[in-house]
């Protein structure tokens, strides 16, 4: 079967899904909306049928479809899968799209994994599906696959683009994001469109709605403070302040609130600081990172003028593609951008538009010199020379993208 376009395969998630396959665990699916959860799904189902699964053993339902609203009562949904595995034979496939729309889903889901022979994928856009005493009933029997929108190497495959191509691929990517639906566009003002159409979901739907936010002036004053302020050290209490400022009343809860609501929906991810002498994490200050600069460029209008910020942004979320945790290290004046950690591997990150200058470079690995182990240090920017030395390797920007992983 000829693949569509809008089917890309997106091999890095798709792979994790199948590895999952057939394990007594229930999958969830995360991930901000439209971030390719439903099509990993799609994905997922065109895998199990070229495999020998009966079609008739695979139940899908997505709630943003009218005709499963009713389902989201857990008794009629239930039923329903009842029905549709009733007489057959082999293994049933339940794939759900958007879990949280459930009432009292890790119950609901719990039930169905016990009662069915079924193997469970569902999707969520809100980190609350973590949340809530209802949880206990999946503790230990779910693993959760997060799935982010596309890294610029999928960017580029989604634009057809090829490695000659990659400055162009890379401004278009921190221009228009990294959405599938806005990669899949050829013109700007349809680019343009979707991205509105996303901003509007994300934020009324996702954020607004489910938060009960009454005051959208003061919460779209906290958002463009956060998104004009991606890779600095902020917090509520200096969001806060800073607004009081300039006239606008607002207190360091209601900050923390919204903050809180921009990450359950995946819009923001908060980089902890870490102590490097003490070994310690610190709860004051910490930075944010926007999963998609497209929304941020909708809302704040792009510009050339921070570029530093977008690209250490950018490799934020290739580190959390590639597995990583990752921190913001604190060497008692001096700053590491990143500290990425996997298992027993760790990464020092530093990221930054250009070390031409040497005062810039001196500055920029002078954390390294600090740090005395023997993890790799790795300096990313936007240069064609090489300037690596005994204390650390300066990795090219568009080879650290690239790099297969």
């Known amino acids: 079967m000829k693949e569509s376009k809008e089917m890309i395969k997106r091999d890095f998630y798709l792979n994790q899904v199948i590895a999952a396959k057939d394990t007594d665990f229930i999958k969830i699916i995360t991930g901000i909306r439209r971030c390719g959860k439903s099509t990993l799904l799609k994905l997922f189902k065109e895998y199990l049928l070229e495999n020998g699964v009966a079609e008739n053993n695979?139940?899908?339902?997505n709630y943003e479809r009218f005709q499963f609203d009713k389902l989201r009562d857990g008794k009629e949904l239930h039923a329903y899968i009842e029905s549709k595995l009733k007489g057959q034979t082999g293994k049933g496939y339940l794939l759900l799209d958007e879990v949280q729309e459930i009432d009292n889903w890790p119950k609901v889901i719990n039930s169905i994994r016990v009662s069915f022979d079924v193997d469970i994928y569902?999707?969520?856009?809100?980190?609350?599906?973590?949340?809530g005493e209802q949880l206990t009933y999946i503790s230990g029997r779910y693993?959760?696959?997060?799935?982010?929108?596309?890294?610029?190497?999928?960017?580029?495959?989604?634009?057809?683009y090829d490695n000659a191509h990659k400055q162009k691929a890379l401004q278009?990517?921190?221009r228009i994001g990294s959405f599938p639906a806005v990669a899949l566009t050829n013109q700007s003002a349809l680019a343009n469109a979707v991205i509105a159409g996303l901003f509007d979901s994300i934020f009324s739907r996702d954020i607004l709605l489910r938060g009960k936010i009454r005051d959208e002036g003061a919460f779209y004053k906290v958002t463009k403070f956060v998104l004009d302020n991606i890779g600095n050290n902020i917090s509520a209490n200096v969001i806060a302040n800073t607004l009081k400022s300039q006239g606008h009343k607002i207190s360091v809860d209601t900050?923390?609130?919204y903050l809180t609501l921009m990450c359950n929906a995946f819009?923001?991810?908060q980089c902890e600081r870490y102590n490097l002498r003490g070994k310690e994490r610190l709860r004051t200050n910490g930075k944010y990172y926007v999963t998609d600069l497209g929304l941020r460029n909708h809302l704040l209008g792009y510009r050339s003028s921070d570029l530093g910020h977008v690209i250490e942004n950018i490799v934020f979320f290739?580190?959390?593609?590639?597995?990583?945790?990752?921190?913001?290290?604190?060497?008692?004046d001096l700053e590491v951008d990143f500290i990425g950690t996997k298992q027993e591997e760790k990464l020092y990150i530093q990221v930054s538009l250009s070390v031409m200058d040497e005062n810039v470079l001196q500055r920029e690995v002078k954390p390294f010199k600090m740090i005395d182990d023997k993890y790799p240090k790795i300096l990313i920017t936007t240069d064609d020379f090489d300037l690596s030395d005994d204390f650390f390797d300066h990795v090219n920007l568009y080879d650290f993208l690239l790099?297969?992983?």
């Not at 695979?58 to 339902?61: A, F, H, K, P």
């Not at 569902?122 to 599906?129: C, K, Q």
Request: negative net charge; charged residues 30%; proline residues 2%.
């Open 255 to 257: 900050v923390d609130n």
């Open 267 to 269: 819009l923001l991810y």
């Open 122 to 131: 569902v999707t969520g856009s809100n980190s609350r599906v973590f949340a």
């Open 143 to 160: 693993i959760e696959i997060k799935v982010y929108p596309l890294s610029f190497s999928e960017f580029m495959l989604f634009r057809g």
């Open 403 to 405: 790099e297969v992983k």
């Open 172 to 174: 278009e990517y921190m």
């Open 318 to 332: 290739e580190l959390k593609r590639r597995g990583y945790e990752v921190t913001t290290g604190k060497y008692d």
């Open 58 to 61: 695979i139940v899908e339902i």
